[in-house]
Nanobody, 137 residues
Framework: QVQVVESGGGSVQAGGTLTLSCSAS????????MAWFRQAPGKEREGVAA?????????????YYADSVKGRFTISHDNAKNTVSLQMNSLNPEDTARYYC?????????????????????????WGQGTQITVSS
């Protein structure tokens, strides 16, 4: 049974920093796209950052970020702990949302060909319950 669980949400003032963590189990963590999404009230879900937890001849190791967070957020993964983190710096009120961790496990052949993990939510198979981030001005 696949489980994806987020932690680390909370409230912070503008300009502050928060780090979210996502723990996943039930599949081969080292061969998956892992991503963070967010959704603010009344707005559509937005992809934030994505990373491939494996390696192959094509993947450069670079994570993929939404323009709105590029340079401020950093996604990372720890395959030994089956976790993916999202460090969020220079937070502003527009970052207020519920943040979700999502996983897309890859079969071995797909993992060999992957060159980037994207931010299309329809690609991801497993989702956490989300954690709330509130940034006050």
């Amino acid at each position: 049974q696949v489980q994806v669980v987020e932690s680390g949400g909370g409230s912070v003032q503008a300009g502050g920093t928060l780090t979210l963590s996502c723990s996943a189990s039930g599949y081969a963590f080292n061969s998956a796209c892992m991503a963070w999404f967010r959704q603010a009230p009344g707005k559509e879900r937005e992809g934030v950052a994505a990373v491939f937890t494996g390696s192959n001849a094509y993947y450069t190791g670079d994570a993929y970020y939404a323009d709105s967070v590029k340079g401020r957020f950093t996604i990372s993964h720890d395959n030994a702990k089956n976790t993916v983190s999202l460090q969020m710096n220079s937070l502003n009120p527009e970052d207020t949302a519920r943040y979700y961790c999502a996983a897309h496990p890859l079969d071995p052949e797909a993992a060999k060909r992957l060159f980037r993990c994207g931010l299309n939510g329809d690609t991801y198979d497993y989702w956490g319950q989300g954690t709330q981030i509130t940034v006050s001005s």
